[in-house]
């Protein structure tokens, strides 16, 4: 019976995060898509899900530069339409397209895609590759579970809800015209208590690292607010960009909020570490002795959080540095001044992201030990003067 009191004493309030979370994905996703603008073609593009039955035929073809093959292939049409089942011939070039140069030629069994043309003739698109995607997140999936028993569970969960805020929530807003700054802002909001208080529980540890996590992030987004206008960014770091611009020409992103939100939105995730690491150690710590001092816990916190604070950063910067990899690679194969490489705007956004993160981090570990430990200190404690003194003098 004691048990079940406990159970549903903890249980409440995590039902109510769920359902907290779940009205906010509802009802924000309501408000966010009133008004979306999705861009259209004139003429539909119609895409298919095939698999390749057989080569049908191969084509050699010869010019005074180069040789290169068309293959023709029989495949079934697997999506579900009016198409479905249809067998349908396509062509598949080993010139053509600069990217199709680089994939292999289809065999049987393969799963591709294929487009539908208005003069009525199937063209090789892509390789249908998701499947396997899939397959190794479930095997992650599995495995967080099988190890991490109910914080696997808890953290797939809050992964989840996460991404359904991004793309639910804040991506329709964009597309609707809204203002990026506060979306973007709510958004991660959303996503920290969500987060932390799904895989933690709703006690004082989860508490103190969402307020940490919170200041951490309203840090990030004041520095990315005032350095962008310093800066003088356009927003325009990528041809998408010049895209968007095009498609929204009657009612134009703004590109820098657009930034401002990647940078945020990027950086919860590693502020999130911090406030956790810090709120979870202090709180073993208090559990172990509960009449630690407030002073003595808001130094523990300090000194936990420098030490974290090192591997932290690395893995912001490497994690940027990993995903600029191939743009790296061409501004320094094609430039050799390092000045010159180091002002142009996508490089300028990319050392934004990592430094702003590690503001972002930086503020996160004093807020969360300060927080830790107003909320884990013992009520009544006596602190001397002499206890006072010392600790400043430390």
């Given at each position: 019976?004691?048990?079940?009191?406990?159970?549903?004493?903890?249980?409440?309030?995590?039902?109510?995060?769920?359902?907290?979370?779940?009205?906010?994905l509802f009802f924000?996703?309501?408000?966010?898509?009133?008004?979306?603008?999705?861009?259209?073609?004139?003429?539909?593009?119609i895409t298919q899900q095939a698999r390749v039955r057989y080569l049908a035929d191969v084509t050699d073809h010869y010019s005074a530069f180069d040789e290169w093959q068309i293959f023709v292939f029989d495949a079934e049409v697997t999506t579900r339409g009016e198409y479905r089942g249809d067998i349908v011939r396509f062509i598949q070039n080993?010139?053509?397209?600069?990217?199709?140069?680089?994939?292999?030629?289809?065999?049987?069994?393969?799963?591709?895609?294929?487009?539908?043309?208005?003069?009525?003739?199937?063209?090789?698109?892509?390789?249908?590759?998701?499947?396997?995607?899939?397959?190794?997140?479930?095997?992650?999936?599995?495995?967080?579970?099988?190890?991490?028993?109910?914080?696997?569970?808890?953290?797939?969960?809050?992964?989840l809800l996460t991404c359904l805020g991004v793309f639910l929530v804040f991506i329709p807003s964009v597309l609707s015209g809204r203002n990026i700054y506060i979306w973007s802002i709510v958004v991660c909001i959303y996503a920290i208590i969500t987060a932390i208080y799904v895989i933690n529980g709703v006690n004082k540890k989860s508490a103190a690292a969402v307020i940490g996590c919170l200041g951490g992030v309203l840090a990030a987004g004041v520095v990315t607010f005032i350095m962008s206008l310093f800066l003088e960014l356009t927003g325009i770091i990528q041809s998408e960009s010049r895209i968007l611009l095009q498609i929204f020409e009657d009612n134009p992103i703004d590109l820098n909020a657009i930034i401002f939100a990647g940078i945020i939105i990027g950086a919860v995730g590693a502020i999130m570490d911090m406030a956790v690491s810090i709120a979870s150690a202090l709180w073993e710590l208090k559990e172990k002795m509960p009449d630690t001092t407030f002073f003595d816990l808001f130094r523990s916190g300090i000194n936990i959080g420098k030490d974290i604070l090192g591997s932290s950063m690395n893995t912001l910067v490497l994690a940027y540095i990993g995903?600029?990899?191939?743009?790296?690679?061409?501004?320094?194969?094609?430039f050799n001044s390092?000045?010159?490489?180091?002002?142009r705007e996508l490089v300028l956004v990319e050392l934004l992201q990592a430094i702003v993160g590690g503001f972002g981090i930086f503020l996160t570990m004093p807020l969360t030990a300060l927080v830790c430990?107003?909320?884990?200190?013992?009520r009544g404690t006596p602190v001397t003067r002499m206890e006072e003194e010392e600790w400043i003098s430390r």
């Open positions: 019976m004691v048990k079940f009191d406990n159970w549903v004493v903890k249980g409440i309030p995590y039902i109510l995060v769920l359902l907290c979370a779940g009205l906010f924000g996703n309501r408000i966010a898509t009133r008004g979306m603008f999705v861009y259209t073609y004139d003429n539909e593009i080993t010139r053509g397209f600069f990217y199709e140069r680089f994939v292999r030629v289809a065999e049987p069994g393969d799963r591709i895609m294929l487009t539908l043309l208005d003069s009525g003739e199937w063209i090789f698109v892509d390789y249908v590759r998701i499947h396997n995607i899939a397959v190794l997140g479930v095997v992650f999936v599995l495995l967080l579970v099988l190890f991490g028993r109910g914080k696997g569970v808890t953290s797939v969960l809050s992964l995903s600029s990899l191939t743009m790296l690679l061409f501004l320094l194969s094609h390092v000045l010159r490489i180091l002002n430990a107003l909320l884990f200190a013992k």
